[in-house]
């Protein structure tokens, strides 16, 4: 049986409308997400659903699957659905010089990469750009079989668009940090020009401060004054936070996209901790 570690059913959810709603997929590292709204921008369906994350590739391709045969509201027709992979290898090339025939070529320059993994890309229209990513070949083959004529996006394009549409009001530097499990991603704006853009494994408190740290002073940030952006598994009084705060003063939790509709059922959800499948609708 799979574990759900988040599981929110709004009383407006009907099976037999399942035509006329979105579907929206996070596999990420440690858990599978799942999110479903309707035409009016309810929201029906939050489910977080764990798994092991140290796992063979085979092992997790057969959690991927239960979780697909088990899980009854994935059994159903939707208009839309979105799977977005979470994973560290992924660039950015500007639309002017992308070519499909060159997949490998831009990834390979970055990063290394493994037999079984499979390189892809998917469009980032905020940047004039294009995100060309790897995922594992099994994993990609499961979900495309489960969900066919599905968008498919690296978790690096609800971040950077979300990220994006909160910095090009704002003239000077934002910092934007979202925290996984062991994970985090990193985003620079300097307005709506984006500066940089990362993900990083952390074993610690001091490995996730080391990296935020290493990006103001990189790009010689002053942090009493640029402020930084928390989305994800982090809140305040943690560890985490009370370390950064120690050395950057303007620190905000970034709040639930505010296009939901959000019914009693979803009240008391940290919805912070879902910004990442929660800003994939920017993405359409």
Known sequence: MVDHTVNIIDSKFDKYFSIEYKLSILIGKDS????????????LVLKQIQYESETAVSTKEEALKQILMQEKYLQLPYSEVSICYSGAKFTI?????FSKHMLNSYLTQVTRLAKNEEVTWSRLPSQNSTVVYS???????????????????????????????????????????????????????????LQ???????GSDNDYLYHVLSVYEEFKLDGEKIPLMLTGRIQKKSAIYEKVEKYVKHIHIVHSP?????????????????????SMRLCE
Request: proline residues 4%; negative net charge; charged residues 15%.
């Open 32 to 43: 599978f997400f799942y999110f479903i709204e309707d035409m009016e921008s309810n929201a």
């Open 93 to 97: 090339v500007p639309e002017e010089v």
């Open 135 to 193: 995922i594992d070949k099994v994993i990609l083959d499961v979900a495309k079989s489960y969900f066919p004529g599905a968008k498919h996006m690296h978790i690096i394009s609800p971040l950077l668009t979300h990220a994006y549409e909160h910095a090009k009001s704002q003239p000077g530097y934002q910092v934007f940090v979202h925290t996984g499990i062991s994970i985090m991603g990193i985003l620079l704006f300097k307005g709506k020009e």
């Open 196 to 202: 940089f853009a990362n993900t990083f494994q952390y």
């Open 258 to 278: 505010s296009y939901y509709q959000y019914g009693s059922a979803f009240q008391n959800v940290s919805f912070h901790y879902y910004h990442d499948l929660l």
